[in-house]
């Protein structure tokens, strides 16, 4: 497990989990996660673990962010549901769900 990060970015995350799915987060941890497919590293960075309170099915979210234009983030809080057991299958699904849309 990592240090928390710091703590203007983890309020930004914590403010994209609120909007995306309409519970209140908790910060547990900073889990570092390196997926890579064929050998080549298709993202790397810390996931933040947030426990949920309110929301009618999931006990937790991972949430992330990255940069895309000029000062813009592209956020993401996919919920511990179905498949998404931890930080890595939450990577993947999110990697899988960008690839269906064409996203970059």
């Known amino acids: 497990m990592v240090g928390m990060q710091d ?6 995350l914590k403010e994209a989990v609120r909007n ?15 997926e890579t497919f064929q050998g080549e590293t298709v993202w790397q960075g810390e996931v ?8 009618p099915q999931a006990k937790r ?5 990255h940069a895309t234009t000029g000062t813009k983030r592209r956020f993401y ?5 179905g498949p998404v057991k931890d930080a890595v299958t ?3 699904a999110a990697i899988v769900a960008d690839a269906k849309r064409g996203a970059p």
């Open 90 to 92: 939450a990577v993947r």
């Open 20 to 34: 995306m799915h309409g519970s209140e987060p908790t910060w547990i941890a900073s889990v570092p996660v390196h």
């Open 48 to 55: 933040q673990v947030y426990e949920l309170t309110g929301h």
């Open 61 to 65: 979210c991972y949430a992330w962010s």
């Open 77 to 81: 809080a996919v919920l511990e549901l």
């Open 7 to 12: 703590p203007e970015a983890l309020e930004a």
